[in-house]
């Protein structure tokens, strides 16, 4: 008797990859909203490659402009103008109401390039960020991202960063000073578990930036790309950012990232760069992606609702396609009931579940990972 074929990625994981992750799954097929694992069994990806795979997975506009464009030219260099990327650099711009883009290759490259033209622009050196803000796992952005366990074995990390509570306006006031170069948040914050603050907390930091000369910067890395049901989670208040970062969704799963930043503030010449960032299969990708959700951004606030209607008895934190539900410590045990049934969800921080499925997701398709979780928590008691 042979291994299964999870058995066989398990083996080779064991002996041959250093075991930073907990995983017991593989993945090895995609198609709309539905994910098959190594032995065939069929799920809804509530989860999406952590809010990813925006226009689900294998979208064939999206597979059509990554090979036509593999056919074309897969590398080149920023040492020369880029396919696609002049295009995209403007989408981004319009949809975002900002005024020049730069790209990276991910979320946590997306976050230092934000640290770095916060500071090479401002002359000034200190950030603040957010209890429970993520950012990133690079040297720089691990350094603005709160979890001490992910953070402190790796100090010092060279930036000095003071974090106050997520929605403290006052303690935010305390903390920024005349050497401040930017206030990083997260519009909604995503691994805490989809933790919504109210408008005020984001037009307060406008405000607390406007007197101090600090930068605005705010990660829609999760939250971006219509994932709320607006290209940004800060376009559902006033407060107009200094620099956005962008990744997750934007790309529709090949790897990508982006800073978008308003008027007079840009990199100049040799400030900043890197080999793969803004290359022309990502571009491509991403350009087909927002092709995508151009049509769909209008049913993303309503599918949520669908959420929120089949969820209500459990207080769930909805925005968009964007859910969190707590859970407490019974979240992991949920978490493989669901996938039992056939619907991957994914425990965030603190036993809160989530739920960032492709926007794509089907009505019908809901209405099963509704009736899924109810199903699991009938067979558990919190
Ligand atoms: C995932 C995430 C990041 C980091 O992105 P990577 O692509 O994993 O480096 C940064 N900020 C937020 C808000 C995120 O959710």
């Excluded at 230092?112 to 803000?133: C, E, N, P, Y």
Aim: glycine share 10%; aromatic share 6%.
């Amino acid at each position: 008797m042979g291994m299964d074929k999870t058995s066989q990625f398990k083996a080779l994981d064991e002996r041959y990859y250093m075991p930073a992750f907990s995983r017991d799954m593989a993945l090895v097929k995609g198609k709309g909203s539905l994910v098959w694992d190594a032995e065939g069994k069929e799920y809804i990806d509530c989860v999406a490659g952590i809010a990813v795979c925006s226009t689900g997975h294998c979208h064939p506009a999206v597979v059509k402009a990554i090979c036509d464009q593999a056919h074309e030219l897969i590398h080149c260099s920023n040492l020369y103008y880029i396919p696609h990327q002049g295009d995209l650099a403007k989408k981004l711009v319009e949809i975002t109401g900002m005024h020049k883009a730069f790209f990276s290759n991910s979320g946590a490259e997306a976050t230092d390039g934000a640290l770095k033209l916060a500071r090479v622009r401002t002359g000034k050196k200190k950030f603040v960020a957010f209890v429970h803000g993520f950012h990133g796992r690079t040297i720089g952005s691990l350094a603005v991202t709160y979890k001490p366990a992910i953070r402190e074995p790796f100090e010092p990390l060279g930036l000095n960063c003071t974090f106050v509570e997520y929605g403290d306006l006052e303690g935010l006031k305390k903390a920024v000073d005349s050497d401040t170069a930017g206030i990083i948040v997260e519009p909604i914050q995503g691994e805490a578990g989809v933790i919504i603050p109210p408008d005020s907390f984001l037009t307060g930091i406008r405000e607390i930036c406007d007197s101090t000369g600090a930068l605005m910067i705010v990660d829609e890395v999760q939250t971006g790309m219509g994932r709320t049901g607006k290209w940004l989670a800060v376009q559902y208040t006033k407060a107009k950012p200094d620099i956005v970062t962008l990744a997750k969704g934007i790309a529709s799963g090949f790897p990508m990232g982006a800073l978008v930043a308003r008027e007079d503030l840009e990199f100049k010449k040799s400030e900043h760069g890197s080999t793969f960032a803004g290359g022309p299969l990502a571009c491509a990708a991403a350009l087909a992606t927002i092709g995508v959700i151009e049509k769909i951004l209008p049913d993303v606030s309503r599918k949520g609702d669908r959420f929120r209607q089949g969820l209500e008895e459990y207080n769930p934190r909805i925005r968009g396609l964007m859910i969190g539900v707590t859970m407490g410590d019974k979240c992991p045990e949920i978490q493989k009931k669901c996938a039992e049934e056939g619907v991957l969800v994914n425990c965030a921080a603190d036993g809160n579940l989530r739920l960032v499925p492709p926007l794509v997701i089907s009505d019908k398709e809901i209405d099963r990972v509704v009736r899924v979780i109810h199903g699991a928590l009938g067979t558990i008691v919190l």
